[in-house]
Nanobody, 124 residues
Framework: QVQLAESGGGLAQAGGSLSLSCSASRRTASNNAMAWFRQAPGNERELVAA????????YYADDVKGRFTISRDSARNTLSLQMNSLKPEDTAVYYC?????????????????WGQGTQVTVSG
């Protein structure tokens, strides 16, 4: 089983920035998409951003477009999320995940490996 470890969460003020990183214990299989999800208190886990392994378009949720940037370094087995212009509504636990295939999906059941999550808190 692939093990994922997230880091970079913490406390930020509105308008500030944070950078999240996800490190895998080994190289993921070819054609596996990867994604960042988040879950706020009382809410369901939702897709924030996703990137295919090699071919395809990067996905961003509407409320993070222009503010967040997802990137993947397959050679180093890492996935990053640069978060700028943070808002209090970005407060959530953020999870790194690996999909079964290469196609980006918003369904939790299509992801086979998950990190433990890292807390992001944005003060108003």
């Amino acid at each position: 089983q692939v093990q994922l470890a997230e880091s970079g969460g913490g406390l930020a003020q509105a308008g500030g920035s944070l950078s999240l990183s996800c490190s895998a214990s080994r190289r993921t299989a070819s054609n596996n998409a990867m994604a960042w999800f988040r879950q706020a208190p009382g809410n369901e886990r939702e897709l924030v951003a996703a990137v295919p392994y090699r071919v395809g378009s990067t996905y961003y949720a509407d409320d993070v477009k222009g503010r967040f940037t997802i990137s993947r370094d397959s050679a180093r087995n890492t996935l990053s999320l640069q978060m700028n212009s943070l808002k209090p509504e970005d407060t959530a636990v953020y999870y790194c995940a690996v999909a079964r295939g290469s196609v980006v999906s918003s369904y939790l059941r299509d992801y086979i490996y998950w990190g433990q999550g890292t807390q992001v808190t944005v003060s108003g």
